[in-house]
């Protein structure tokens, strides 16, 4: 038994947590309130997610280091930029199920690619703002403006805009 039949790609022993994004999102959708719409709850999770410094949505010294041995290696990039993917593809399904479609409409799958875009774009303002100054707070308001952004243009594209 080796590592390798766990992580079936070495760069997978980097991305560790990757199971864990999916499970959250999964978790937010299914554990939402009454009435709540799927897209808030994702909304919520991220802002949750900031709030309790998780590092899938915090910014300090250990997620920078992350982040610069990630964009240092063009496999890592690569595997990256896949994972991302999967997870649109993923959240598509989610809210597709959530909305009682058999398959993901042509505008759900919009609203997750464009908020897991979203979300690549809020990490990189978040890391630059971190980078530029060094304050994990500055840098956690860059990457909540963004998110903010991108869900509200995400319920236009859903139809749960109010």
Do not use: C
Not at 77 to 91: V, Y
Not at 127 to 132: D, E, L, Q
Not at 138 to 148: G, P
Request: charged content about 30%; aromatic content about 8%.
């Amino acid at each position: 038994m080796t590592v390798f039949n766990y992580f079936p790609r070495k760069e997978d022993l980097f991305f560790d947590r990757e199971d864990e994004g999916r499970m959250l999102a999964e978790e937010a959708l299914l554990d939402r309130g009454e009435g709540v719409a799927p897209i808030n709850a994702l909304h919520a999770l991220i802002h949750r997610l900031a709030e309790e410094r998780h590092p899938f949505a915090w910014f300090d010294i250990r997620t920078a280091r992350f982040r610069r041995t990630m964009n240092a290696s063009p496999a890592l990039s690569a595997r990256a930029r896949e994972i991302l993917d999967e997870l649109a593809r993923d959240i598509a399904r989610m809210l597709a199920r959530e909305a009682g479609e058999r398959a993901a409409r042509p505008r759900t799958r919009l609203a997750a690619s464009m908020l897991v875009a979203a979300w690549s774009v809020a990490q990189e303002e978040g890391h630059g703002t971190f980078s530029r100054s060094g304050r994990s707070d500055a840098a956690r308001a860059a990457f909540l403006s963004v998110i903010d952004s991108a869900f509200a243009a995400a319920r236009v594209i859903d139809g749960t805009a109010t």
